[in-house]
């Protein structure tokens, strides 16, 4: 076939052999016992401790796990023979379409050989599945085939959360166990010069397309590995995305266009998830092309079009624990490479004071992201995170360079039954006494939930005009008066 390497016989070990699982690893969660059927008529027995006997259970079900376990001994079987007349590791996710399908005939062949009672569709389910195994991830291939999918959450081999349209639910993935997840774990990691085993027990990645990678195993995983990927598809979402969805109203869109065209510092507000991130890569996309851009980012997420941008990413520390550069050394060499502007994907620490001192000194038009749960929650997020900086600055001090520097406060959230929308655009006006004073120039203001369980509501215009209007006009902009004026923009009901 002179694709891929005939492995001469007797076989050597298999290449891509999973990993024995430490012994603090080997924890399988119990299977879900189904509840013992009530006579008709009666009320169901009350609740006992303990598994109900085994002879309740229903005939059915008892052949669907004889059916699988058959399908997964045969899923093995046929994997070994085919690292035997192969050389799996030359194979790989960007294998082309030509390769898959001889591998593929290649399977069909064992599964004859291996089980002649097989039936078409249970042969090209096993093919499907080893092509998975062999060329990509196993069982997460499918999950990453789907568009539809934000996020997958992996905790232990048998329990597989997705995100699909802003709702958490549990798929029907599984992987076999435990040593087979470490082994998906490992293919992801391995590429990429990382570990993940007993010493490295935590490590960020990131998948081809961009998807944001963390696996944890034990002994910190107590019950078995675990993996979150915050996927970055192929179509990330847009400003028409935020319009279609009633994330936000165009006449926002517009305002903040004119907001970073003029270069007003601007600071995003979020929980986990709430979509920071997103907004922060809409943002950016408002940037001139003719100014220099420096990103920088823990795990390179964003995706700027404009030509002139030079990406910046952390590095972890290597095996010997050295070599760690973080965001903070990231931002204080940023700020000799002359940038116009400088983005940064997330302030957790102390890198937050030498962001303000960056705004503050020229470095107009900065964006960042922190993690807070309202507007006025993120002030004293700031506060805490520059006291990490080791610098002893009176708290009325970091107020005042929080005022100085950030112009304008944009808040996104995950809203019940899973929207999610800029529910804030707020002015930083200044300092009275020790407060810091805002003003919000835009709010989504939540009506009730619906019967679907969404939150539905209206974002609305407060009516206020912001103090840096003129700064806008100065820059260009076309601003019409309408935006200021209070009344509903978007009804999202
Ligand atoms: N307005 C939106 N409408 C629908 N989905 C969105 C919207 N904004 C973001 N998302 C999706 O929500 C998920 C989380 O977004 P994002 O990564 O931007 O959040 P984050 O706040 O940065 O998360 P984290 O706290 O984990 O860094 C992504 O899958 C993203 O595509
Ligand atoms: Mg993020």
């Keep these: 076939m002179g694709l891929f390497t005939q492995k001469p016989s007797p076989p050597p070990p298999r290449a891509d052999a999973p990993r024995p699982a430490p012994p603090e690893a080997s924890a399988v969660p119990a299977p879900p016992v189904r509840p013992s059927a009530g006579v008709p008529g009666k009320p169901p027995p ?78 090209q389910r096993l093919a499907q599945e080893i092509l998975d195994e062999t060329f990509g991830l196993g069982p997460l291939e499918t999950l990453l085939a789907d568009p539809g999918i934000s996020d997958i959450l992996i905790n232990g081999p048998h329990q597989v959360y997705v995100e699909k349209n802003g709702r958490l639910i549990l798929s029907d993935v599984k992987f076999k166990d435990n040593a087979h997840l470490l082994h998906v774990i490992d293919k992801i990691v391995s590429p990429l010069g990382r570990r993940c ?165 020229g470095h107009e038009g900065s964006m960042t992201t922190i993690h807070a749960n309202s507007t006025r929650d993120a002030v004293q997020r700031v506060e805490t995170m520059v006291m990490m900086s080791g610098f002893e600055l009176p708290t009325k001090a970091i107020r005042q360079q929080f005022a100085s520097a950030i112009n304008l406060i944009v808040q996104a959230a995950r809203l019940t039954g899973g929207p999610r929308k800029i529910v804030s655009v707020t002015e930083v006006q200044g300092m009275e006494g020790d407060v810091v004073t805002m003003q919000d120039l835009f709010k989504f203001e939540q009506d009730g939930v619906n019967a679907n369980g969404r939150a539905f509501g209206r974002i609305v215009s407060t009516g206020v005009r912001p103090s840096f209007v003129d700064r806008l006009l100065a820059s260009g902009a076309v601003l019409d008066p309408q935006w200021f004026v209070a009344r509903d923009l978007v009804i999202d009901d």
């Design 46 to 123: 009350p609740a006992k401790a303990g598994p109900p006997p085994a002879a309740v259970k229903a005939k059915p079900d008892k052949l669907v796990d004889e059916r699988t376990t058959r399908m997964n001994e045969l899923k093995s079987e046929i994997h070994r023979k085919l690292v035997d007349q192969l050389d799996l590791t030359k194979l790989s996710r960007d294998a082309t379409e030509e390769v898959r399908e001889q591998v593929r005939q290649i399977i069909l062949a064992l599964c004859e050989e291996a089980d002649a009672l097989l039936n078409y569709a249970e042969r």
């Design 197 to 361: 085993d007993e010493v490295c027990p935590m490590v960020d990645a990131r998948l081809k397309d961009g998807s944001r990678v963390n696996a944890i195993i034990p002994p910190l995983a107590i019950d078995g590995p675990s993996m979150s990927i915050r996927r970055f598809g192929a179509d990330p979402i847009t400003w028409d995305d935020y319009i279609r969805f009633k994330s936000t109203a165009p006449e926002i869109v517009e305002f903040l266009k004119a907001c970073v065209h003029a270069g007003l510092n601007i600071l995003i507000v979020g929980g986990t998830g709430s979509g920071k991130t997103t907004l922060l890569n809409n943002l950016s996309s408002f940037i001139p092309d003719d100014e220099r851009i420096v990103t920088i980012e823990d795990a390179a997420e964003l995706q700027l079009r404009q030509p002139h941008v030079v990406r910046l990413e952390t590095r972890p520390a290597n095996i010997e624990g050295k070599g760690r550069i973080t965001i903070r050394d990231l931002l204080i060499n940023a700020l000799r490479m002359r940038p116009d502007r400088i983005v940064v994907g997330e302030c957790r620490g102390g890198e937050t004071l030498d962001m303000l001192q960056a705004m503050n000194t």
